[in-house]
């Protein structure tokens, strides 16, 4: 059963609402790894329309943020990202054709993939936190709190804290507002923030029609290949099993009952490994799906596949028209903005836990969460299972 798509103001907010973790990546692999602007834009638009569409649902659409990160932290280059790209593409379809996925579903108790959903709620609100204070990976990178504004603090408060206090509160205030959604608000308001601080898009003489390029990054060889699988893929694997699969089929679920009939383990592992194949040709970076990204598009306001439809029409409607320059437009937006968008997305998705039953499984999640903050989600959700199983046993209590 699939409900009618609303393109309203709420499906906008929603829209909208994860944000936070797709730019500052996504930039981030422009600037620092030589991905093609034009080709990644347009494939993450293409990506949400076309997953809204087969989906009938709210479906995220979110870099592979192992890869991003150690990507973007040792400068590598475009070839190498690409190679990882048609690895994790290639991974997912077998995954997904010879049943892998069920089987390892089958296995991973409800427990782990609450602790999955725990960690990356908590992993979002550390991360819009860092944006807040200016101490992110990016923001480092440039050396700068909020990189692109002129006004850099106000009287002795940075203004990225300045701008976080007072739109958490106006965030608060709106969050079930129906009239003047929070999400909505956030972003056209930081952005008029943003210009007026001083952020400029320079976009003169940019604007026109820009089509995306076949393989415009210089392809991978073998070598390029090799490094990727085992520097980039094999780390990234686990955690896009957990949290862009499991964990999330699971809250869409949870969200969405009988509508997200679609969304399905096998089904997500096939449209991501489309999708990968499709940034490869486009010289795009790794995408997947996400527990966190649907907590915050839902948190932010959408209920149907109507917000894929918007925000995905944004980022192709900038891609072609202004092609390379697209990035230009993002830098209206300051940086202590998509921080608030990651911490309210991130609360709402660490509430999931609140149906764990007995003290057995809230240790399993909490065990997930503390190997997860001490060294990634891919150990974490790893180490859970083992946990987890280990628990079953009835001698064993905590």
């Given at each position: ?51 809204g ?52 579903k ?25 944006f ?9 990178l ?43 608000v ?16 320079g ?17 991978p060889?073998?070598?390029d290949f ?99 320059h ?45 190997i ?9 959700f ?17």
């Amino acid at each position: 059963m699939s409900v009618p798509m609303r393109f309203d103001r709420l499906e906008m907010a929603g829209a909208l609402g994860d944000i936070g973790t797709l730019l500052p990546i996504a930039v981030a692999m422009v600037l620092v790894n030589g991905m093609n602007p034009l080709g990644l834009f347009f494939t993450v638009g293409l990506f949400f329309i076309a997953s809204g569409l087969f989906f009938r649902v709210t479906v995220p659409v979110q870099p592979m943020k192992v890869i991003g990160a150690y990507a973007i932290a040792t400068s590598m280059t475009g070839s190498q990202v690409m190679a990882s790209t048609l690895l994790m593409g290639v991974f997912l379809m077998l995954i997904a054709l010879t049943g892998a996925i069920d089987q390892i579903k089958k296995y991973t108790p409800h427990a782990v993939i609450r602790g999955v959903q725990l960690s990356t709620g908590a992993l979002l609100i550390a991360g819009g936190i860092r944006f807040i204070i200016g101490t992110s990976a990016f923001q480092q990178l440039h050396h700068s709190a909020e990189p692109y504004l002129a006004v850099q603090s106000l009287g002795p408060l940075p203004i990225g804290i300045v701008i976080g206090i007072a739109g958490s509160l106006v965030t608060l205030l709106l969050l079930e507002n129906r009239k003047y959604p929070a999400g909505l608000v956030m972003v056209i308001g930081g952005m008029i923030a943003g210009f007026l601080l001083g952020a400029r898009p320079g976009l003169t003489g940019a604007v026109g029609l820009h089509l995306p390029q076949f393989l415009p990054v210089e392809p991978p060889g073998r070598v390029d290949f090799t490094f990727a699988l085992f520097a980039l893929v094999l780390p990234q694997l686990p955690m896009t099993l957990g949290n862009a699969v499991l964990a999330y089929t699971d809250l869409s679920g949870n969200y969405f009952g009988e509508q997200s009939a679609r969304v399905t383990n096998r089904n997500v592992c096939l449209s991501m490994a489309l999708a990968n194949f499709f940034s490869f040709c486009l010289g795009g970076m790794p995408l997947c799906h996400g527990a966190g990204g649907l907590a915050a598009h839902y948190r932010f306001g959408a209920r149907t596949a109507g917000s894929n439809l918007i925000i995905g029409s944004i980022f192709l409607l900038l891609s072609l028209l202004l092609g390379e320059h697209i990035i230009g437009v993002f830098r209206l937006l300051p940086l202590a903005i998509l921080g608030i968008l990651l911490v309210f997305a991130g609360s709402q998705l660490t509430l999931t836990i609140m149906d764990l039953e007995g003290r057995k499984e809230y240790f399993v999640a909490t065990v997930i969460l503390g190997i997860t903050l001490a060294t990634s989600l891919a150990i974490g959700f790893t180490a859970g299972l083992l946990v987890a199983w280990l628990l079953r046993w009835e001698k064993l209590s905590v």
